[in-house]
Every structure is written in structure tokens, then in C-alpha cells.
């Protein structure tokens, strides 16, 4: 057994790998912006510890169960969010430490408060009628009554094993399973870890905008099993609060696909269904997101929901796709009531960070395996496809994922990174609030369902758009292989009389087609909602057949015809929208929009005219779509940039 007896202060400055690693009482590692490699366990005795700091990160490589001793600790920072009445998703990256071969339970008493580069003091817990965590400048102090963990059950809430359980101070948290926790006010100035050379990140421990903690305990380790079920109920059956159980990145996209029944080929980054007994998960990630400006703890002023990530892509190196929460309010039971108000934020999904816990649902009863094996070493940040939910901040990192380890035999800097060609919907409901979907081509999927591809929606809202792909769900994102002609239905419900506009608000690999259409097959208009907006107002009812996507148009469409006689620009040195009626047209009225869909302005009845400007001095820069309608009711969207020099 090879043992290595740390006696002194040890820097780790690249990848260090051992394959067991014994820390001597009174001895620390300190691993500053690096990966560290063990390949079995560890064993930390008395009070020796390793210090990951900087976006350092500890990788295992034990196929069995986790087996790490020693009432030693491994620290390790991660940010949440500063608001006292917004709720985070957690999983925690250490448990207790104890002289037990085996991953502990963690419980809040583990979280401290940073005070230089490796002391900290713990966090004061308070009782359970004090429902608001602060940050100060000397202390840390958190509400236990936000602390909860959910396990797969037919109910929203119960007293039993399942269901919304409530941790607090006195329970723990199983190694594996997610838990939530609300942040705090206040602000804690102290630099627990100022720069030096290439050592410290120099950053406050809550400079307002986020709340740092050290998470302090044995790390975990090995193979954890996170249990799932298969309820028939009402809302939130089958769905378990999971999360990265590990202090490193996890690849997502390993963990969703095997747990869906899929056998992935380490060697070549690629995979394919296999489906039988293996299969306890539906492929896709909840993440919950809540409004940044939450001022209440009362559950029927909650603005929140939950963002849906799918591993979509050609490759397991590819980046999947994420839709944003569509925020919705809630009724006291905790059932969404029935008008939403806006979207949530486009986070990096793929490689999930050390803390960051997320949804995921059975469909049987058994246990999902995390495995050392979906370990990597990518640094936090936007451009790297990984992201803490309530992190605003980006680190200033690569995106040559140069040094992800090779643990899993995955060679990520030979294989694509690319995600597969995707665009994503914005569909404006009665302007009270967006929903975002997702069209992603893979020729290695089917135009039907396909597991742990196409994902569906966690809302029922009464006014809603979706791809009806199968038994009538509610999806949200659709991978399918591409065609020129392809047709992709786009359904529509709604309870009342009811305004949808919808635009392509984002392109990602997308260059497959020039066009993207929204064709009403009632009318048979081509709707060009990738320059403009498609919008309508539909009655009461549940439209499945009537619309759908598409990549080319009707010869004899609205949009060809309009779109020869019409010339529309901007003139930003003049502060002019200019618009050329070569044909003499008779125009009924020209409107222009911002990317959100609200009407900027809308000018009625203007005629025939060969030319109409309109002084754009007064409009804020940004992005605009212009839309023109004839008196025959033909159509015609154009985008626009409206940028004011700077003198």
C-alpha cells in the first residue's frame, strides 16, 4: 500500500495523482486552483485536512463504494445566493467526519464562515422561529426552518418518509440527496483569501451579491446511491432532490444517460440506448430558479420554477441543452396558481458544480448510481458550461477544457465540444409572462420521443405553448434529425381568450437553414420568426394540429410578396427607421417591438406613400422588430439594431 505522510505545508500546483493518500495529524495539502487526483481513498487523521481553494477541486477514482476515513476534513468554498428570502438547491460535497470506511450524512452544522486563506469559524444556527439568515462582517448566521429534502412521493408534503422533509438544525442529509436552504442579508466584507502572487481570488466572503460558505467534513467518495421512484399522484411524483455529491465538477450528461438506460463508450465520447431494468431515470435535470428580487416568505408570493436540462448532444462531450424556468407564482399548497410573470436566466448546465443541487425523476422505484467515474476538474464559470444556479459571476477562464482530467477515458480535448444545432423559442403568453423552448437536431435521434433527449415541461399552466411529441405531454424540448422540409408541430392551450407571440430568440451551431418559419395551417400564412414575431389571439381551447414549424415557405405566401416590395432599414447616424413602399402599397400600419415583444410604438392607416421615416432619437439601443401590415392583411417582420453614437 503505497501511503505518502504529509509533514509540512504541501502546494499543489498541477495534477497531483496518488493512488492512496494518508494526511498526518497536524499536516494540511492546500490545492489552489488546480485538480488533485487520488486514485482509491484517503485517509485524514487527527486533524489534517486538504484546502480547496480558487476553483481547486479533489477527483477520486474508486469504483466501489466510497471509503474515505479520518476525522480530518476537507474544506471547500461555494456561493449561494445573498437574498434571505431566496431558496438555493444544494448537495453537499462532505459529510461528518468520523473513523468510518463509508460516505457520512452531512448536516448544516458543517457550514462555516471563512476567516483567512484556511480557518473558519462555524455558522451560527438559529432557531427555528427566527426565519431570516444575516452576514455581517464577523459572523454567519443561518435559518434552519428553510432546510428541507425531498424524496420521490405522490404529494407535495407529507409527515411521512417521503415527500418535502424538513432537516433543520437537528436532521442530516444523506450523501447523494439535495437539499434546500435560503440565503441571507446583509453583507461580510472580510477577504478570507487575498490575492498573493498566483495564490487567492481576492473575493469578499458576501459582497452583496452572493454569500460565500465553507462546506467542512469528510469528502465524498465512490459509488452513492440516490433513491428514485415510480408514484402515480398528483404534482412532484417521482421526483428526487439529487445534486453533486463530490468537491469537483460532475459531467452531467454521464449521469443522466446511464441512469436513463443508455451504454456510453468512454473511449469515443458516443452512446446509445439499451433501455431494460437499467433505466430508473427519464433523462433530464430540474434546476430551481427563483426572482433575484424576492422579498417574502410567504409561499403565495414565491415568483419561481423550475429550468429543464437535457443531454442532447452527438457526444457526451457535447454540451446539452437548458430552457430557462418559466417564474410562476404559487398558491399556499404549493401548487402553481394561474398566471405566470416572467422567465428565468440561461445557465451553463453540462458540468454541474461542487454544491449545486437538482431534480430528477424516477420511473421505478430503485436508486439512481452517482459513480466517480462522471468526475472532471472544469473550473466554474459562464463560457465553461458549468455554473452554480445563483452565481451571477464568471470566471475568466478557457474554453479549451485543457485540463479536465482523463479519469474516465474520456479524451475531451479530441472529441467535439460542439452542441448539437439548437434554437431556441420565446413564446410571450398574454404579455404576462415567456415561456422558453427548445428545437435541437441530432441524427442520432427519432422525429418521435426520445429518452433523455426530449424533455418535458415540470409546469401545467392553463395558457401554455409546447411540442406535443407523445400522450399529449407538455414538451419543452424536441431533438429530432434535420430536414429541409421538415415540419414541426407547435401546440397551443389556453383556458380564456388569450394573446401568443412567438419569436426564435436565440441560435446555437444553427446554420442548417437560413429560414425558420411559423406556419397557421387554417390561414396558410409563413409566420418569418426568425426576424420577426408571430402573433395571434386564440379562444378558449387546445390547439395540437393547427400550427407548426417549418424551413421553407409557400411560394405564394405573404412573406415572399411582401417582402420584394418592402425595403427596411435603419439609419443610426440620422436616428431614422426608414421604410421603402417601391409598389405603392397601401400599408395599414407598421409596428416595431423590442425583443421581448412590447410595442415600442405603432402608427395606424399610413397609405401609399413611396417612403415613411419615423425618428427612432427617443428608443433605447438594442435589438427591434419591425412589422409591416397591407391592407390585405398580408404581413411582414424585419429585425433592426438601434445603436445611438456616443459623443
Not at 468537491?247 to 469515443?268: D, K, M, R, V
Amino acid at each position: 500500500m503505497k501511503k505518502l505522510a504529509l509533514l509540512i505545508v504541501f502546494f499543489v500546483f498541477g495534477y497531483t495523482s496518488y493512488s492512496q493518500l494518508y494526511v498526518n495529524n497536524g499536516s494540511y495539502i492546500f490545492n489552489n486552483d488546480n485538480v488533485f487526483f487520488v486514485k482509491q481513498d484517503l485517509n485524514l487523521n487527527g486533524n489534517g485536512a486538504i484546502y480547496l481553494r480558487k476553483g481547486g477541486q479533489l477527483v477520486q477514482g474508486r469504483t466501489t463504494a466510497g471509503a474515505n476515513v479520518g476525522t480530518g476534513l476537507v474544506s471547500v468554498y461555494q456561493e449561494g445566493t445573498s437574498n434571505n428570502f431566496g431558496y438555493n438547491y444544494w448537495c453537499s460535497p462532505v459529510g461528518n467526519s468520523n473513523l468510518t470506511a463509508i460516505n457520512s450524512n452531512f448536516s448544516i452544522n458543517q457550514l462555516h464562515r471563512a476567516t483567512t486563506v484556511t480557518s473558519s469559524v462555524a455558522a451560527t444556527i438559529l432557531p427555528l422561529n427566527n426565519y431570516n439568515g444575516v452576514s455581517t462582517n464577523s459572523s454567519l448566521s443561518i435559518a434552519p426552518y428553510w432546510v428541507w429534502k425531498y424524496i420521490a412521493s405522490n404529494a407535495y408534503n407529507t409527515s411521512g418518509s417521503n415527500g418535502w422533509i424538513s432537516v433543520n438544525s437537528t436532521g442530516t442529509v444523506e450523501p447523494g440527496l439535495g437539499f434546500t436552504m435560503k440565503g441571507v442579508s446583509g453583507s461580510d466584507n472580510t477577504i478570507a483569501h487575498p490575492v498573493s502572487g498566483s495564490l487567492g481570488d481576492g473575493v469578499s466572503n458576501n459582497p452583496l451579491s452572493n454569500q460565500r460558505y465553507d462546506f467542512r467534513g469528510k469528502p465524498n467518495d465512490g459509488t452513492i446511491l440516490i433513491p428514485v421512484g415510480s408514484v402515480a399522484g398528483a404534482n412532484y411524483a417521482n421526483n428526487t432532490l439529487a445534486g453533486n455529491p463530490y468537491p469537483s465538477s460532475i459531467n452531467l450528461n454521464l449521469f443522466l444517460l446511464e441512469n436513463s438506460g443508455y451504454t456510453i463508450n468512454y473511449g469515443t465520447g458516443t452512446y446509445s440506448y439499451t433501455g431494460g431494468i437499467t433505466q430508473v431515470i427519464d433523462g433530464k435535470a430540474y434546476f430551481w430558479e427563483q426572482k433575484k428580487t424576492a422579498n417574502s416568505h410567504y409561499l403565495a408570493d414565491y415568483e419561481g420554477g423550475y429550468g429543464t436540462y437535457s443531454p442532447t448532444g452527438p457526444l457526451v462531450t457535447s454540451p446539452g441543452t437548458y430552457v430557462a424556468a418559466t417564474w410562476d407564482t404559487y398558491n399556499a399548497n404549493g401548487t402553481p396558481n394561474t398566471s405566470g410573470l416572467s422567465s428565468g436566466s440561461t445557465y451553463k448546465r453540462m458540468f454541474t458544480p461542487i454544491g449545486q443541487g437538482f431534480m430528477i425523476q424516477g420511473v421505478v422505484s430503485g436508486n439512481a448510481v452517482m459513480k466517480n467515474l462522471y468526475r472532471s476538474f472544469v473550473k466554474e464559470g459562464v463560457i465553461q458550461n458549468s455554473q452554480f444556479e445563483k452565481n451571477a459571476s464568471a470566471s475568466s477562464v478557457s474554453d479549451n477544457w485543457d485540463e479536465i482530467p482523463n479519469v474516465a477515458g474520456i479524451d475531451y480535448q479530441n472529441f467535439s465540444k460542439l452542441p448539437a444545432p439548437q434554437f431556441k423559442l420565446h413564446t410571450i403568453i398574454n404579455n404576462q409572462f415567456t415561456k422558453e423552448s427548445a428545437v435541437v437536431f441530432n441524427n442520432n435521434s427519432t422525429d418521435g420521443y426520445d429518452l433523455a433527449m426530449d424533455a418535458s415541461s415540470s409546469d401545467n399552466f392553463p395558457k401554455d405553448s409546447y411540442f406535443p411529441i407523445v400522450n399529449n405531454e407538455k414538451f419543452i424540448i424536441t431533438t429530432m434529425p434535420f430536414g429541409t422540409y421538415k415540419k414541426i408541430p407547435l401546440a397551443f392551450v389556453t383556458d380564456a381568450n388569450c394573446s401568443f407571440k412567438v419569436t426564435v430568440s436565440e441560435l446555437i451551431n444553427f446554420d442548417l437553414s437560413n429560414e425558420i418559419y411559423l406556419h397557421d395551417k387554417v390561414s396558410d400564412i409563413y409566420y418569418d420568426i426568425k426576424n420577426g414575431f408571430f402573433e395571434t389571439v386564440l379562444q378558449t381551447g387546445n390547439y395540437l394540429d393547427r400550427f407548426e414549424i417549418t424551413f421553407t415557405a409557400n411560394a405564394l405566401s405573404t412573406v415572399g410578396s411582401l417582402e420584394e416590395n418592402f425595403a427596411i432599414y435603419q439609419n443610426n447616424d440620422l436616428e431614422t427607421l426608414t421604410v421603402e413602399n417601391t409598389e405603392l402599397i397601401d400599408l395599414q400600419h407598421v409596428s416595431l417591438f423590442d425583443i421581448g415583444g412590447k410595442v415600442v410604438f405603432q402608427k395606424e392607416k399610413l397609405g401609399a406613400n413611396t417612403i415613411y421615416q419615423f425618428p427612432t432619437s427617443s428608443i433605447s439601443d438594442g435589438i427591434y422588430i419591425v412589422k409591416l401590415v397591407a391592407s390585405n392583411n398580408q404581413s411582414l417582420s424585419h429585425k433592426i439594431i438601434i445603436k445611438h453614437s456616443r459623443k
